[in-house]
Nanobody, 123 residues
Framework: QVLLVESGGGSVQAGGSLTLSCAAS????????MAWFRQAPGKEREGVAA????????YYADSVKGRFTISQDNAKNTLYLQMNSLKPEDTAIYYC????????????????WGQGTQVTVSS
């Protein structure tokens, strides 16, 4: 059973930075694609960024391009999300996920999910 555990969330002021981590375990074959999603109160879960573990290709939501960076450490089986220039609208629970559905940003494309970590950005 694949297990994803996020960490690194917290509270910061607008303009600040945070780095989220997602430790993955329990898989037989390394996941080909891993992603970060977020869900704000009253809103649907949205794709933030995704990374293909073999090719290194990355994808970002328009709302975070230039501010967030997704990366991975294959030796540590860990996925990261470096978040800079944070805005109050980035406040959400951030989830790590793995799956190979057709569309990287679609929730239904992912089979395994972490429990989430809260990010709060104050103005």
């Amino acid at each position: 059973q694949v297990l994803l555990v996020e960490s690194g969330g917290g509270s910061v002021q607008a303009g600040g930075s945070l780095t989220l981590s997602c430790a993955a375990s329990g898989y037989t074959y390394r996941p080909i694609r891993m992603a970060w999603f977020r869900q704000a109160p009253g809103k649907e879960r949205e794709g933030v960024a995704a990374a293909y573990t073999v090719t290194g290709n990355t994808y970002y939501a328009d709302s975070v391009k230039g501010r967030f960076t997704i990366s991975q450490d294959n030796a540590k089986n860990t996925l990261y999300l470096q978040m800079n220039s944070l805005k109050p609208e980035d406040t959400a629970i951030y989830y790590c996920a793995t799956g190979l559905g057709w569309v990287w940003s679609r929730e239904s494309s992912y089979k395994y999910w972490g429990q989430g970590t809260q990010v709060t950005v104050s103005s």
